[in-house]
């Protein structure tokens, strides 16, 4: 979860995870994988409200998992990064599962690679330069887009306008790869000024 949400919802994941400080934080991250694929599955045999939820819930365990290790003292750049990783499969997972029950590989595919652009973004522009949580968080960050997709899914799918709403994602999760392609180029070319 980004900096901007973990610090709204800390105060509500931090009760939680004082009852499950007996549980290792990576083995909450390890679930989270296992509830995705169960919503997966869900939104594959057109179960929309139950993909939704089990989708949201997985979303709540990328929270949770990073509450139980400061709670308990077990915090880690190995947690860590095991969380950033098992992220990117969630989200992965369940959008197969989407595009799986909607038939709709294509929006679906472009989708997954503009989540993927945004994650990516960060993750290379901190090879080059040096980036922090507090001052990054742009558009669609995942806690955003596990809401819209696992919100969004079940509504237009039952409404009838899952195509029309996919193909809005895709184009709005490329808009926020871009603004953070745009916002790293600023951050370098800043950089080499400074240098100068």
């Keep these: 979860m980004s900096a901007r949400y973990r610090k709204a919802f800390e105060p509500l994941t ?5 009852c499950f400080t007996w549980v290792h934080p ?8 296992v509830v995705a694929i169960a919503s997966a599955y869900a939104y594959a045999n ?16 990328d929270s949770l998992d990073g509450s139980v ?7 880690s750049k ?6 950033a990783i098992v992220d990117r499969y969630v989200e992965a997972i369940i959008l197969f599962g989407v595009a799986w029950g909607s038939w709709m590989w294509a929006p679906v595919y472009i989708i997954i690679v503009g989540s993927l652009l945004i994650s990516y973004a960060k993750a290379r522009a901190a090879m080059e330069t040096k980036v ?12 955003e887009r596990m809401l ?3 919100i969004g899914v079940p509504i237009f799918a039952y409404t009838g306008f899952l195509f029309y709403y996919l193909w809005i994602l895709a184009v709005l999760f490329h808009l926020g790869a871009i603004q ?8 370098l070319y800043g950089s080499v000024r400074r240098r100068r």
Excluded: C, H, Q
């Design 78 to 83: 190995w947690g860590a990064y095991l969380d």
């Design 69 to 75: 290790a400061r709670k308990t003292g077990r915090t």
């Design 46 to 61: 057109k179960f929309w409200i139950w993909g939704g939820l089990l989708g949201l819930f997985a979303g709540f365990l």
């Design 132 to 143: 922090d949580n507090i001052n990054w968080p742009d558009i669609f960050e995942r806690a």
């Design 180 to 187: 953070r392609i745009l916002r790293v180029r600023r951050m």
């Design 14 to 18: 931090s009760k939680i995870a004082a």
């Design 148 to 150: 819209l997709v696992n």
């Design 26 to 33: 990576n083995a909450i991250t390890y679930f989270s994988i």
